[in-house]
């Protein structure tokens, strides 16, 4: 088929504006891209240039002529690009519409907000696409390359939706993206993002209330709403500084429970139906690439969710199969954050003091002790930043890997490989490190390889899950570790807690009164084994010449009804309280002789050690936090 057309008189004509083929609104982009593509077998290359108006006919002719002349029989569309009768742009879309995929002026569409919700911008931009409708169980997208299968493929995951591609017009997908994305995030400024109640409302017309699990899993398939759904749960954990999501459910007919830990407390966050269970648990498997068949085991894996949203976050997600046949998940939050300074984790003068001239030996080991979830990784990479000034090798094992830092060789450990803290340990050996920080001593073997490694010229850096200081020793001795090379070796623990902040937007502030005072100076004595009388009285002058006013009164800092600021929960953030426990030459001759862990803390209180409550109570005084935190978070 020929026909005629006017020449071209420079590149901007690949987009004539009467072009009737290149599709300017979003309907007829959809019609076409789930049509038939039949075009293949009605034209050639030839007749595409023409009914686009790229060339004349009798450039054609010449072009052709060329090309039959050509001993190498050269391709007509690197003729007519060799002879500037077309330009590259024209050349992609003259391919495009005789392939049978639609081109869109992405610049002259209006996209569905909805369809542009399910799409990240930022992997619109990595992948160079735009989502335009979404209508059933597909999705209209314009992109660079349409045939690009890999970015088929991950639309398909992030969206659970079938994509159907068109083409867009060169030059206009950039500008449209950034246009569109801009009203978007215009629009999620001035009304909030999307509200989770109000999508929890629209998924009820999608999942019936009557369906076996296999039915409801299978909504996942095809359900944006739920995808939205489980996106903007977890965009209010990030934002909320959440450091857990926990979806559970008593029976199968009990409603779905979701709760966030914040601040290490459990909060209540949203109530579902019970028929959402199972749906909402496939999607979650989905993303983290787990089985959704598989009901009967545990799994775990992890979520990219800057592949679903526009926010860097990796969450680890552990499934629970429970009693009657429930699943409970639980995803924690690794937010990759920066490692603090080590003066902004909460130490006391002293003891920061302390540490900075023990973390500064060439060699020995330094362990930081205390429960799950009370911020051990944390101190050990501000440890680690003090050290970390590009003099040193640095190399870690840790499992997971929750928060980065450039200048240290960091490596996760998986037990299923056989590759154990252990195993990394004897690796680093024979890689010349200066300090090597192991996530956890789990047993004896990777004890003993640490000590050994603190004997031979390297910093050691590790944790324990242990109550107190003293008893961090104890244990490992327990473990069968050597005391006479770990006394050399120790040259301090560390015990912590979190306790949480007072919010100081809300927090009250009042005088303490004389009971009160006098109760937290009994406390503050009994912890260190000190208490009697003259000693009260001695603790409340200190106080009040320290903490007091002009007329020697104390004010405390009192969580209030809450704000804004901390949620209305009264607290906003967390410090630590520690207990640093330092081996000096009686410290280790009790390690050699196996002593007790009450004898090792009577050596080391009279060394100078403060323990947790004590140093709580003085936080207390300091108005960061209140005395039932204090008394939650340590023993007496």
Avoid at 59 to 83: F, N, V, Y
Avoid at 257 to 281: E, K, N, Q, S
Wanted: negative net charge.
């Amino acid at each position: 088929m020929t026909m005629g057309a006017r020449e071209p008189t420079s590149s901007e004509d690949a987009t004539p504006a009467g072009n009737p083929l290149i599709l300017r609104s979003v309907e007829r982009a959809w019609q076409a891209a789930t049509a038939d593509r039949t075009l293949r077998t009605r034209y050639r290359l030839g007749d595409m240039l023409l009914l686009h108006g790229f060339v004349t006919q009798s450039a054609l002719h010449q072009a052709l002529d060329a090309q039959r002349a050509s001993p190498h029989r050269e391709l007509l569309g690197q003729i007519l690009l060799a002879r500037g009768l077309v330009t590259e742009a024209q050349l992609q879309i003259a391919l495009a519409s005789l392939a049978g995929m639609a081109v869109v002026d992405c610049m002259a569409l209006a996209p569905q907000t909805e369809a542009v919700q399910l799409v990240p911008h930022a992997t619109a931009q990595r992948d160079q696409v735009l989502p335009l409708m979404q209508r059933g169980n597909t999705l209209l997208v314009a992109m660079d390359d349409p045939w690009c299968r890999t970015t088929l493929d991950e639309l398909a995951f992030v969206t659970n939706l079938r994509i159907a591609p068109v083409m867009a017009l060169p030059g206009t997908l950039a500008p449209a993206q950034q246009r569109v994305y801009a009203a978007l995030q215009s629009q999620r400024h001035a009304n909030g993002h999307d509200d989770v109640h109000q999508l929890a409302a629209s998924l009820a017309g999608e999942l019936p209330s009557q369906a076996d699990a296999a039915a409801q899993e299978a909504i996942t398939e095809s359900s944006s709403t739920l995808v939205r759904l489980v996106n903007t749960i977890i965009a209010d954990a990030i934002a909320r500084r959440a450091s857990d999501i926990h979806i559970e459910a008593d029976t199968p007919h009990a409603p779905v429970r979701i709760r966030f830990r914040i601040d290490g407390a459990l909060v209540p966050y949203l109530d579902l139906p019970a028929h959402y269970r199972a749906a909402l648990v496939a999607r979650l498997k989905i993303m983290s690439d787990l089985d959704i068949a598989e009901r009967r085991r545990p799994q775990d894996g992890k979520i990219d969710f800057s592949r679903f949203a526009d926010q860097a976050m990796e969450l680890r997600v552990v499934t629970v199969p429970t009693a009657h046949g429930v699943e409970g998940v639980v995803l924690r939050l690794l937010s990759g954050a920066k490692p603090l300074p080590l003066d902004g984790i909460g130490l006391s003068p002293a003891n920061l003091s302390t540490l900075r001239e023990r973390i500064g030996k060439p060699y020995g080991l330094i362990l930081i002790c205390g429960p799950t979830g009370c911020g051990k990784t944390t101190t050990l990479h501000s440890v680690l930043r003090e050290l970390n000034q590009g003099d040193r090798k640095i190399w870690t094992a840790e499992d997971p890997i929750e928060i980065t830092q450039p200048g240290l060789c960091q490596v996760q450990v998986n037990a299923r490989i056989g590759w154990t803290f252990a195993a990394a340990m004897r690796t680093f050996l024979r890689a010349d490190p200066d300090v090597i920080m192991i996530g956890e001593m789990r047993d004896a073997e990777t004890a003993n390889i640490a000590i050994e490694a603190s004997l031979t010229g390297h910093l050691v850096l590790s944790t324990l899950h242990t109550n107190s200081a003293a008893e961090s020793i104890t244990r490992l001795l327990e473990i069968g570790l050597d005391p006479f090379n770990f006394s050399d070796s120790l040259l301090a623990v560390l015990a912590q807690r979190l306790v949480r902040r007072v919010c100081p937007q809300c927090g009250v502030r009042s005088e303490a009164t004389a009971d009160e005072l006098d109760a937290m100076a009994h406390d503050h004595l009994r912890s260190a084994h000190a208490e009697h009388p003259d000693g009260v009285a001695a603790v409340l002058t200190a106080w009040r010449q320290q903490h007091g006013d002009e007329q020697g009164r104390i004010w405390l800092r009192r969580r209030g009804p809450g704000c804004d600021a901390c949620n209305h929960h009264g607290y906003k953030g967390r410090l630590g309280v520690h207990e640093l426990l330092v081996a000096d030459d009686t410290v280790r001759r009790l390690i050699r002789h196996r002593a007790s862990a009450t004898e090792i803390l009577e050596a080391a209180l009279a060394g100078g050690l403060r323990t947790l409550r004590q140093d709580g109570i003085s936080k207390v005084l300091q108005g960061l936090t209140d005395l039932p935190e204090v008394l939650a978070a340590s023993n007496a």
